[in-house]
């Protein structure tokens, strides 16, 4: 992307002591030692089956063999753990270009967005580029917006019914997934082709984007909403039910993991100054808006994908998340060696009270200066 397509913000260059310079021959330096690539390996390959399989195998099972109907919607919830599982280790190593060292494999293996009823060009550019580049930046960081219903910096406006977010938050997380089917791809395409957003993966073509995105929305609604009005015999408002049940499932997971890892207490939400400018540089600032959280938990680690680990994946987005439990300790030390933050909570429950702790500061009103 060219300066003018992008919003007009920049970073500090000013790393005296370098730095991320040390850090990433640090970091470097492991990969050779340990003669490994940055990439996935058979560890992945294995989680990727078990997530399909999560995902795939029970609507496999409903479409071809009658059960009850309880047992039914037991198996939407399991569709959704795995939509959300292939979304967090699959897609997005994938989309990051970090499942593999072989482009065809990652843009495969990215293009699972679109059985989970997203869209890569959207994704790319709302996380890749706004939300890795300007990470908790009012205005430039499109995951801090959550529609104007959820206030989540003091940078935004507040609005009456914001007092009653921490209670109303969590209904409203469900529905991620469910909103990209319905609205929000669309709404975002307008958007990001109007600004000539590229996602950093080449020259934009608008009618390649478009035609893409109405295919694949149809090609899901007939996966998931046709097929199964024509093979389970059960009625049809049953079947939106279930579908409806698998995409709050997977909403509720993804949307609770992406928020521990920004929206808490620990982490600083910054504003350019009056020349365009952040303080610190691209790296530092990663280390400010960003938190980790239950790394020690091996079942938390396997299931999220790695983004417990949040301050290795924003300082290293490339590098697949099945080795950040070994470069965290790289990152950590580096980073108190040179006197700088490594925000971390040892569990997710203490994430999670400090996430809506966050929220019921951020839903009183702002005091007006006088």
């Known amino acids: 992307m060219t300066s003018k397509n992008i919003p007009t913000i920049k970073f500090s260059r000013n790393d005296a002591k370098g730095f991320f310079k040390i850090l990433n ?9 340990h003669d490994i690539s940055k990439t996935g390996n058979w560890k992945l390959y294995v989680k990727t089956f078990i997530m399909f399989s999560i995902y795939m195998v029970p609507y496999f099972l409903m479409l ?19 939509m959300a599982g292939v979304g967090m280790n699959v897609m997005h190593d994938g989309n990051h270009g970090s499942y593999s060292k072989h482009s065809w494999v990652n843009k495969l293996m990215g293009s699972s967005i679109y059985i989970l009823a997203g869209n890569v060009y959207n994704w790319k550019v709302q996380h890749n580029v706004l939300h890795h580049t300007y990470t908790n930046i009012q205005g430039h960081d499109e995951d801090l917006d959550a529609g104007r219903i959820l206030r989540f910096s003091k940078n935004a406006p507040w609005k009456r019914f914001h007092k009653f977010q921490h209670y109303y ?28 957003l590229n996602g950093k993966v080449g020259p934009l073509k608008p009618v390649k984007e478009w035609s893409t995105l109405v295919f694949t929305k149809i090609l899901y609604v007939a996966i998931w ?29 993804l949307s609770l993991i992406f928020q521990l890892a920004h929206i808490t207490e620990d982490v600083v939400m910054p504003l350019p100054d009056n020349t365009g400018t952040i303080k ?32 290795e994946h924003h300082i290293f987005p490339h590098i697949c998340h099945i080795h950040y439990t070994q470069i965290a300790k790289i990152v950590k030390e580096t980073a108190k060696e040179f006197n700088l933050p490594y925000n971390e909570h040892n569990t997710t429950r203490k994430a999670l009270a400090s996430h809506f702790r966050f929220l019921k500061q951020m839903s009183r009103k702002p005091s007006v200066a006088l």
Do not use: C
């Open 25 to 33: 021959k640090r970091v470097n330096q492991y990969f050779k030692e």
């Open 64 to 82: 071809t063999i009658e059960m009850n109907q309880w047992l039914q919607l037991g198996l939407t919830v399991l569709i959704g753990i795995g």
């Open 169 to 196: 938050s969590i209904f409203i997380y469900g529905l991620l997934t469910l909103n990209w089917v319905l609205t929000a791809d669309y709404t975002q395409m307008k958007r990001y082709i109007k600004r000539k």
């Open 225 to 253: 909403i046709v097929l199964p009005m024509i093979f389970i015999d059960v009625a049809w408002w049953k079947i939106l039910i279930g579908f409806f049940v698998m995409h709050y499932t997977a909403g509720l997971i």
């Open 280 to 311: 610190n540089t691209w790296a530092i600032h990663q280390l400010f808006t960003t938190v980790n959280f239950s790394t020690k938990n091996k079942i938390m680690n396997w299931f999220s994908g790695g983004l417990n680990h949040q301050v």
